[in-house]
């Protein structure tokens, strides 16, 4: 049984035909057309189509196509960080929010007075020189319970220093504390003036 090899008129394929010598007509495999074969033709000339691969271009093509994809990869990258941003952000200032609220708890936790304590707004050296009726009534409205008064009789003619100006204030014999130093409300506090003597 031979094979030969046909190329169809209409379609331009190539057909393998056995035993064409007993057919008047074949049909294309790919396109259906209806070959008639010739009975004066004996003999069926075979086409050889020689393919070669252009290993260059092939390279080439792969070269590009590799491109392509790294382009197409960093580009989807680029997106997901686009998309990524904005939650990113939020991120971040969910957790500063966060860090800030315990640090603000911890030194609330930390600063926490006993109802028996309190915490001065004021240091020693701002008393100096002021009316000591008014340092009185100020350490009382700051919560102090045991607040006294001392009289330093120092003064001869009242120019430089002023009667009832206050020499120094101690709470619980500290003459040196500092604002927001903490003190029982009962601590002994003395608020030590300047004033003539008595005749």
């Known amino acids: 049984m031979k094979t030969y090899q046909l190329e169809c008129p209409s379609c331009g394929a190539a057909i393998n035909a056995e035993n064409i010598d007993q057919k008047k007509a074949i049909y294309c495999t790919y396109c259906g057309r209806l070959i008639l074969l010739d009975d004066e033709v004996k003999r069926v000339e075979v086409k050889y189509h020689k393919t070669y691969t252009n290993e260059a271009r092939v390279r080439e093509n792969e070269r590009k196509e ?41 030194y609330k ?33 700051m919560g102090f319970t045991n607040v006294d008064t001392m009289r330093q009789e120092d003064l001869v003619l009242g120019w430089l220093t002023k009667d009832g100006e206050v020499a120094k204030v101690s709470i619980n014999g500290d003459t040196d504390f500092a604002e927001g130093d903490v003190f029982p409300k009962d601590a002994n506090v003395v608020v030590t003036y300047h004033t003539f003597e008595e005749e």
Request: hydrophobic letters at 40%.
């Open 109 to 141: 936790e930390q600063n926490k007075l006993d109802e028996n304590e309190l915490k001065i707004s004021a240091d020693a050296e701002s008393y100096h020189g002021e009316n000591y009726e008014q340092v009185v009534r100020e350490l009382e409205d």
């Open 66 to 106: 590799r491109i392509r994809l790294k382009e197409l990869e960093n580009e989807n990258r680029e997106n997901r960080r686009e998309f990524l941003w904005p939650f990113i952000i939020i991120g971040i200032f969910i957790l500063v929010y966060a860090f800030l609220g315990i640090m603000d708890l911890y």
